[in-house]
C-alpha cells in the first residue's frame, strides 16, 4: 500500500466504526459517531501541521507556546460530507468551508458537480481537505480535488470514513500527491457502486432520507 494512504488503527475509532455500520444505528447516533470518527480522523491528519513559537502571560509569569500557523480550507462533498465538516471546524474554528455539491449519476456512477462555493471565496490558503465519509469508486474524491487543484491549490488530503479498494486505487492513481486517510478498506464494489460490507448510503443514514 502507497506510503500515502493511511487508514487508522485507533481502538476508539475501530470502536466507534463498528456501531457506524450497524444497520441498527438510528441516525441521530449515527450523525454523533460520524462526528466523533472524523474528529480522532483529523487529529491523525494533522499531526504535521505546522507551528509557530509564541509567549503567553500566564497567571504566575511568561510561557513559551506555540500557534498553528496553517490557514486551512475544508471542502465536504455533500451531503454527506457536512457532518464530518461541522466536527472538524469545532476543533479548527478558524478553517474556510468550502461546499461541493456533487452525486453520483445512479446508472453511470459519474460525479455530477451541482454546486461550487470555491467559485466564490478563495482565500490563498496552505492546506485543503476534502471530506466524505464513503470513497466508493472515487470518482467524487477526484472530481474535488481536479477543483482544488483548477484554483492553484498544490497541498491537499482527502479524509473518509470508509473506502473500497477500488476508490483508493483511483484516486491515488490520478492524485498520487494527495495523502488519504481512513478509518477503513473494505473488500469490494458491488454492481451498484456501495462499498461491501460498508454502511449503506452515508447521506440517507445522516439525514433519515433511506427507504
Ligand atoms: C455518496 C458519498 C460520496 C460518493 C462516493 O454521495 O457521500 O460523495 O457517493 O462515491 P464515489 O466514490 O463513487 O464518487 P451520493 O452520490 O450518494 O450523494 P448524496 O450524499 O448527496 O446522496
Ligand atoms: N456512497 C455511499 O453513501 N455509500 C456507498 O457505499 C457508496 C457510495
Do not use: C
Amino acid at each position: 500500500m502507497s506510503e500515502h494512504i493511511y487508514v487508522s488503527k485507533h481502538p476508539l475509532i475501530q470502536h466507534k466504526l463498528a456501531l457506524l455500520r450497524s444497520r441498527m444505528t438510528e441516525p441521530k447516533k449515527f450523525r454523533e459517531l460520524v462526528r466523533e470518527i472524523s474528529q480522532l480522523i483529523f487529529y491523525e491528519a494533522t499531526l504535521d501541521l505546522a507551528l509557530a513559537p509564541l509567549t503567553i502571560e500566564t497567571p504566575l509569569g511568561n510561557s513559551s507556546g506555540h500557534e498553528v500557523v496553517e490557514d486551512i480550507g475544508l471542502m465536504p462533498i455533500l451531503r454527506a460530507g457536512l457532518g464530518m465538516a461541522d466536527a472538524i471546524l469545532d476543533l479548527l474554528p478558524i478553517g474556510h468551508v468550502w461546499h461541493l455539491g456533487i452525486y453520483r449519476d445512479h446508472s453511470t456512477l459519474e460525479p455530477i458537480t451541482y454546486y461550487n462555493k470555491i467559485s466564490e471565496y478563495n482565500p490563498n490558503i496552505d492546506l485543503a481537505i476534502v471530506l466524505d465519509p464513503m470513497l466508493a469508486t472515487g470518482g467524487s474524491a477526484i472530481a474535488a480535488v481536479d477543483i482544488l487543484k483548477s484554483y492553484g491549490i498544490r497541498r491537499i488530503k482527502f479524509l473518509g470514513l470508509i473506502a473500497a479498494p477500488e476508490g483508493v486505487n483511483a484516486l491515488s492513481n490520478v492524485h498520487p500527491d494527495v495523502p488519504i486517510h481512513l478509518a477503513a478498506i473494505d473488500s469490494h464494489l458491488n454492481e451498484v457502486g456501495y462499498i461491501v460490507p460498508g454502511l449503506g448510503d452515508a447521506g440517507d443514514r445522516q439525514f433519515g432520507t433511506g427507504g
